[in-house]
């Protein structure tokens, strides 16, 4: 019985964990959504992120590594608002260029920098910070009260995304030039820029999601090691209905569903592991049927400014 | 995307790609390597003699025209298919599964036999997307990026279950019988594969530029509701079927490589070409004659890679750095020509 009670316990915390990077990276997108601008290139911020945490962890500690891969997803994010925001280029090639473009850069300076071996990398790592008192609570202290900051700051993200989408002006500008470039720039806002700004902010926050991979999840690099987060964190929008408190709740579903495989593979049961590595991409599948249809993106999403 | 090409279309992908290359060779300079070194190897690798050019550069285009062709299908009408990887690993497990079965069988039935179903599982792994994309409106690019996934998962669990080579040691495929390998030009590596890829482009060159069926794609592709005002197209239905088609040619693509260079199963099988096609067909300007070129071309590139990769030490990864680069100047060229129309946007 009290095993069957760590059981659920240990998941519900490894739920939490790997919620944790998508969770950053769906605010991310819902943010460069929100302003009109959709992202395939968060899949590529989130790995360069990931490479960079693990070169600035091992150099300077796992706050060099956040702020390495916080610049790194912003830049990548950068080279993409430069050509789709302001070159109005189609915005779905032009992210997978950069996704394309970051497995290529991470694997080269990964195996520029470590050998084509690629050897274990140990680095220094988010260790949990647990609150006191609360972290005892059975069952969901470790879920919920036990996590590395990365985790904490996830959470406290999505109440201050809302708070800046729905009751600030730079959020009704940033919705505005979402739903309609024409109408924003009639009513003054500087769509490009404020598109702009709002990728770059999702690209950052990509990188860090990245880091947390890395920092707090599996502790090393390897190449490829975002296997489509990045795309699951843009069917994560999807669900969550463009609205933050949606995406965490669709983010927890997803940390839920990977997390277990690790259950699973405690029980020892028969059932082939590659099932459960499916399992994620089925579920954002089933969801994307199950949820459009009852939801409206933003009216221009995916659509260029036109030049005035 | 579409129109004839006139010179600046052909010019400007000409300076792009050189100046990527120039770049790369300054990165490289700048990283400590010796660009003349790498440059060189990346040239005696993949056009410097017939080998490398019959056994590698062509061997690796074959693939990469295949997809970019199915690529440029779909995107003449609209539709953008940029899971190719998913279709192209589901081809590869039909060529595979049905291969290992032929032994005895005339190559002259088996390897058709091998292309039938590898097409008909690519267009089947498109089909959920399709409907997704019909019925519900979920954007076609979402939904076939995560398949891609799910294909990879599904290739691992063939070749550790199933479709596992008999000794149960390895995860792989038994090889696949001598009927169904792909007859190889004597004295090199190049297969079959090649002219199937040059056939199909010829063919959708014919359907592009001199059928009724070819133009109501394309009437699909850039207007879709001037196309659908015209009441004798059925805008859905022609997109649709682009998009499943597509997908077939993918999974031709995965046969071509498994009864041509792989001859068995295994994880891995692709490394990356649903992606570089993409590069392929842009930079063709989905023209197929032109993608077989610019499907060489990338070909060159990712086999000199590999030279330079054992040459100079330069990890071979990189050329997806410089087909990323040669993209993104593509489409800001073109954002510069025209406003084009977002063709691809909307739908959720």
Do not use: C, K
Not at chain 2, 179 to 202: Q, Y
Request: net charge positive; proline share 5%; aromatic share 8%.
């Amino acid at each position: 019985m009290t095993d069957g009670i760590e059981l659920l316990a240990g998941f519900l915390a490894a739920a939490v964990r790997v919620a944790t990077p998508l969770l950053l990276a769906a605010t991310g997108e819902t943010i460069s959504e929100r302003g009109g601008v959709i992202n395939l290139g968060i899949e590529g911020s989130m790995l360069a992120g990931a490479l960079a945490a693990a070169i600035g962890s091992s150099a300077g500690g796992p706050w060099s590594g956040l702020a390495a891969a916080l610049i790194a997803g912003a830049t990548l994010a950068a080279v993409f608002a430069l050509v789709s925001v302001h070159a109005g280029a189609d915005q779905i090639i032009a992210g997978t260029a950069i996704t394309l473009g970051a497995v290529g850069l991470t694997g080269a300076v990964y195996r520029a920098y470590y050998g084509t071996a690629g050897a274990g990398l140990s680095i220094p790592t988010l260790a949990p910070v647990e609150v006191p008192v609360l972290a005892e609570i059975p069952l969901l202290g470790a879920a919920l009260f036990a996590q590395p900051l990365t985790t904490y700051f996830a959470v406290a993200l999505v109440p201050a995304t809302w708070w800046y989408l729905f009751r600030t002006r730079g959020g009704l500008a940033l919705r505005a030039a979402g739903e309609s470039a024409d109408g924003a720039r009639a009513a003054g806002v500087r769509v490009r820029a404020t598109r702009t700004l709002a990728v770059v902010a999702g690209g950052a926050l990509a990188g860090l999601a990245g880091a947390t991979l890395v920092l707090a999840q599996v502790g090393t690099f390897s190449e490829r090691m975002t296997a489509g987060r990045g795309f699951i964190a843009i069917a994560i929008v999807v669900l969550g209905r463009w609205h933050p408190g949606g995406v965490l709740v669709a983010a927890l579903f997803f940390g839920a569903a990977t997390a277990l495989q690790f259950v699973f593979q405690a029980s020892g049961t028969a059932v082939p592991y590659q099932l459960f590595l499916m399992l994620p991409y089925v579920l954002a599948l089933l969801g994307l049927a199950g949820a459009v249809g009852r939801v409206r993106a933003p009216r221009d999403l995916g659509r260029p400014e036109r030049a005035s | 995307m579409n129109a004839r090409p006139g010179r600046g279309r052909v010019v400007a992908p000409l300076l792009i790609v050189a100046a990527s290359l120039a770049g790369l060779a300054g990165v490289l300079a700048i990283a400590g390597y010796d660009p003349v070194l790498a440059l060189g190897a990346l040239w005696r690798g993949s056009l410097g003699s017939f080998d490398a050019f019959a056994s590698g550069t062509l061997v690796r285009a074959t693939p990469l025209i295949l997809i970019a062709l199915g690529f440029a299908l779909a995107l003449r009408g609209g539709m953008l298919n940029i899971g190719a990887e998913g279709q192209f690993l589901a081809g590869a497990m039909a060529a595979a599964w049905l291969g290992v079965h032929l032994a005895g069988w005339p190559s002259l039935l088996a390897i058709p036999a091998t292309w039938v179903v590898a097409f008909a599982a690519g267009l089947i792994w498109v089909v959920v997307p399709v409907v997704l994309r019909v019925r519900y409106g979920v954007l076609e690019v979402i939904s076939t990026l995560l398949l891609n996934f799910v294909a990879e998962a599904l290739v691992s669990f063939m070749v550790q279950g199933p479709l596992q080579e008999r000794s149960g040691i390895y995860p792989q495929s038994d090889p696949i019988a001598d009927a169904a390998r792909l007859p190889l030009l004597p004295g090199t590596r190049l297969h079959l594969g090649i002219v199937l890829a040059i056939l199909l482009a010829a063919a959708l060159w014919f359907y592009f530029s001199r059928t009724l069926g070819g133009f109501r794609l394309l009437a699909v592709g850039t207007g879709p509701r001037a196309a659908a005002i015209t009441g004798r197209i059925d805008v859905t239905r022609t997109a649709a079927l682009a998009l499943l088609v597509s997908g077939g040619i993918a999974g031709l693509a995965g046969a071509a490589e498994v009864g041509g260079v792989a001859y068995a199963l295994y994880p891995n099988l692709s490394p990356g070409y649903g992606f570089t096609a993409i590069a392929v067909a842009l930079l063709a300007r989905l023209h197929p004659g032109a993608i077989i070129v610019t499907g060489v071309l990338f070909g060159a590139l990712e086999t000199g890679a590999g030279a330079m990769q054992r040459d100079a030490g330069i990890p071979a990864v990189i050329v997806y750095v410089v087909e990323a680069v040669i993209i993104l100047a593509l489409l800001l060229a073109d954002a510069r020509r025209t406003a084009r129309s977002p063709a691809v946007a909307g739908a959720a």
